[in-house]
């Protein structure tokens, strides 16, 4: 079992800056590939991104290339999200994920072991 909670959403003007954590807890955290994924009022989960066990290797979705960037310390147990240059449209609850060693990257929210409880990221114009 791995416990995640996340931490750092907000309120932001467009524009501005958040950065998001996500502690995990329980079985060793560097087994686990790592992701960010988000979801809006009324819309179907969406990846963000995701990062590999090890941390040598991570992948983003077009829509944040360039203005978020994924990082993960293994010895802290942490993931962390680093979102710059916030848009309108990046509000949305920000959830992370855990995914046991397997194909990388992977955008399929079904194949992801363990999830957070959400942390809110409202963006206003």
């Known amino acids: 079992q791995v416990q995640l909670v996340e931490s750092g959403g907000g309120l932001v003007q467009a524009g501005g800056s958040l950065r998001l954590s996500c502690a995990a807890s329980g079985r060793s955290f560097s087994n686990y590939n790592m992701a960010w994924f988000r979801q809006a009022p009324g819309k179907e989960r969406e990846f963000v991104t995701t990062i590999i066990w090890s941390g040598g290797s991570t992948y983003y979705v077009d829509s944040v290339k360039g203005r978020f960037t994924v990082s993960r310390d293994n010895a802290k147990n942490t993931v962390s999200l680093q979102m710059n240059n916030l848009e309108p449209e990046d509000t949305a609850v920000y959830y992370c994920?855990?995914?046991?060693?397997?194909?990388?990257?992977?955008?399929?929210?079904?194949?992801?072991?363990?999830w957070g409880q959400g942390t809110q990221v409202t963006v206003s114009s």
């Open positions: 994920a855990a995914q046991s060693r397997g194909y990388f990257p992977n955008r399929d929210p079904r194949t992801y072991n363990y």
